[in-house]
């Protein structure tokens, strides 16, 4: 069985484009107590301890500015923040992801990267994207699928690692691994 270990409902979506049949299970950690490099990793061993026979998928999405990481806004304000700094600029999306099994001795953890830029985001703007509260369960505040405000001017790299699980990465790995065809 393939297990995802996350609650987003774009990771689900996205791996539902290579694999049909696969559970989801999120993991409960404190995401702060581990360095974004090994944050996928932790995720799959919390969940991979119960189901050491199946194949876990876990991931963890940043945006990264300037060398500052931003992660999910707190709240409506500091994703205003947050798209303030984004607007009229670019940075880096960063996604790593693991494919765990215990006891199939499977362990593949890789980070992709992807480039946005923004476009000028005017002030209205901004208060009428929170307002649909979009913003608010995304890394950076934003998700580049929301296409109705015009955040995004154009990209370099995955646009699905941007939105949160790099499929096309994911399933070279999963084709190497002949766990999908």
Known sequence: MIILASKSPRRKELLGQLISDFNIIPPIL??????????SLEKAKIIAK????????????IVIKDDVVFGKPKDKDDAKRMLKELSNSFH?????????????HIEITRII??????NKLSPQLIDDYIKTNSPLDKAGGYGIQDKT??????????????VGLPIEELKKDLQSLKIIA
């Open 30 to 39: 404190d995401e702060y107590l581990y360095p974004f490099e090994k944050l």
């Open 92 to 104: 880096q999306v960063k996604t790593v992801y693991t494919i765990l099994s215990i006891n199939k």
């Open 50 to 61: 119960n189901h050491p026979n199946d194949i876990i998928i876990a991931a963890d999405t």
């Open 149 to 162: 405000f015009n955040l995004v001017n154009h990209i370099e790299g995955s646009y699905t690692n941007i």
């Open 113 to 118: 990267t992807s480039i946005v830029y923004f």
